[in-house]
């Protein structure tokens, strides 16, 4: 196959802006939100023109979430946007993910929270037909999923994982069961097949593998190996709203890398043109979403993003010595005792007074001069964007690092229970590496990497 180069977006969560975006209810709601809301319609509407316009390539991939959470008049605002990029010549596949399904969806206006129409699962087939299932070489209706030819030797596997529609947010075993005729079928025909599944297969930074199926895929190992075992060594994922490359090799040798993007409404707000040659040869280069119509404060576009993320973590920190209660029921604990709800509110207190000096000395470790009197919460802040903006700064011999490690090294003891009870994929963890690896970023670079999947 020659050269051929594509768009890949994720997570554009368009929100029809007529619905209702405004309002304390609105402001409250977004305290605790990473990703825009009221802007997403606008922020769309830069990221279509630019696709619209450029010759850089003519094949656009949207990896899921593509409404803001499930409201009709948000899915049809969004298709209206892809017409338009269709008219300009722009070849499109999308798959669906959970954000666009729902019976309740949400909105606001000064009354409060408002519901408007929401939309069914079942009717997504019929709302995206045109832009990847039309054009398919095979489909799986029941779980839309699809095959497309992309160029002369390369083929897309868009796959959903919806699972049971319910929590587990997986490939069910009759999906597993078309994958595999799928992945038979390419290499019978000597096709090269990616794939492109919303929920992300490898975590995006290594702690993340800890939290569970909300962040990675339920079975991700079993999934990652069988696709790398049959060919397919190369998948795009969201989800996450992060940017990371991750690669891992199966016990055969096979390699499977997930390139998992950021979302385009919120911090990392980017995009990625992927060029592939020879069926082997993978490059990636990360974009910034386009400027987009928005009075932004005197901000610029990255400030205004980062300032959204950041009051989603300050908000966090917050409310753990102002509102334990509600700080618990964000990270799904509910009706805590009086005696923990105190204990966390008294931790709140400490983090965010505390300099990195003051929690180094706790800790009887060493802090570095440049570092000692910023407030911890501003260390913990940088720590969580870091993890979401990719290539995470903090790597070996940075005052960082050498704070928070030497913090984590004085919670060996209890790191070593840990490293015999908590488990990933089955195997025991080792809790100091996952901390350090999460902190700094040693492998692929997270917006711009080239590797073959062979």
């Known amino acids: ?130 832009y990847g299932f039309s054009d398919a070489i095979a489909v799986d209706k029941e779980n839309l999923s699809y095959v497309a030819q992309l160029a002369p030797g390369l083929r897309l596997l868009a796959l959903n994982n919806d699972g049971d529609c319910k929590k587990n947010h997986t490939y069910t075993a009759r999906q597993i069961e078309w994958i595999l005729r799928q992945t038979k079928k390419a290499r019978e025909d000597g096709e090269t097949l990616i794939a492109m599944s919303h929920y992300p297969l490898l975590p995006g930074v290594p702690l993340f593998g800890l939290l569970g199926g909300e962040v990675v895929m339920k079975n991700a190992d079993f999934i990652t190996t069988l696709l790398a075992d049959e060919g397919v060594h190369l998948c795009f994922t969201g989800h996450m709203h992060n940017q990371a490359v991750n690669v891992k090799v199966t016990e055969k040798g096979n390699r499977f890398y997930d390139v998992c993007t950021g979302s385009l409404i919120g911090c990392p707000a980017s995009m990625r043109l992927v060029t592939i040659t020879d069926n082997d040869l993978v490059q990636l280069q990360t974009l910034p979403v386009p400027d987009f119509d928005w009075d932004m404060e005197g901000l610029s576009k990255d400030e205004y993003f980062k300032r959204q993320f950041d009051m989603m973590i300050n908000t966090y920190l917050t409310s753990m010595r102002d509102d334990p209660d509600r700080f618990l029921r964000k990270l799904g604990v509910r009706d805590a005792a009086d005696g923990v709800l105190n204990l966390v509110s008294k931790l709140g207190a400490y983090l965010n007074s505390a300099t990195v000096g003051k929690v180094c000395r706790l800790f009887h470790t060493p802090c570095d001069e440049s570092i000692k009197d910023m407030l911890f919460v501003d260390l913990a802040r940088s720590l969580v964007r870091n993890a979401f903006t990719g290539n995470a700064p903090y790597v070996y011999g940075t005052p960082e690092y050498e704070a928070v490690m030497g913090v984590f090294g004085r919670m060996r003891p209890l790191f070593s229970v840990l490293n015999k009870t908590v488990k990933m994929n089955g195997k025991p963890v080792d809790m100091m590496e996952l901390l350090e690896k999460t902190i700094g970023k040693y492998g692929l670079n997270d917006d711009n990497a080239a590797f073959r999947l062979k």
């Open 1 to 130: 196959m020659s050269e051929f180069k594509f768009f890949l977006i994720t997570d554009t969560h368009y929100f029809a802006e007529k619905l209702g975006c405004r309002g304390e209810a609105y402001n409250d709601f977004m305290r605790y939100e990473q990703k825009c809301f009221a802007e997403t319609q606008k922020i769309n509407e830069a990221a279509f023109r630019f696709l619209n316009d450029t010759d850089l390539a003519d094949t656009v991939l949207i990896a899921g979430d593509l409404s803001f959470n499930g409201e009709k008049e948000s899915h049809l605002g969004f298709i209206e946007l892809l017409k338009d990029l269709k008219a300009h010549g722009k070849r499109i596949f999308v798959i669906t993910a959970g954000h666009d399904w729902n019976d309740h969806p949400f909105a606001f206006d000064e009354t409060g929270r408002l519901e408007p129409e929401g939309t069914k699962r079942e009717e997504l087939f019929d709302l995206y037909y045109e």
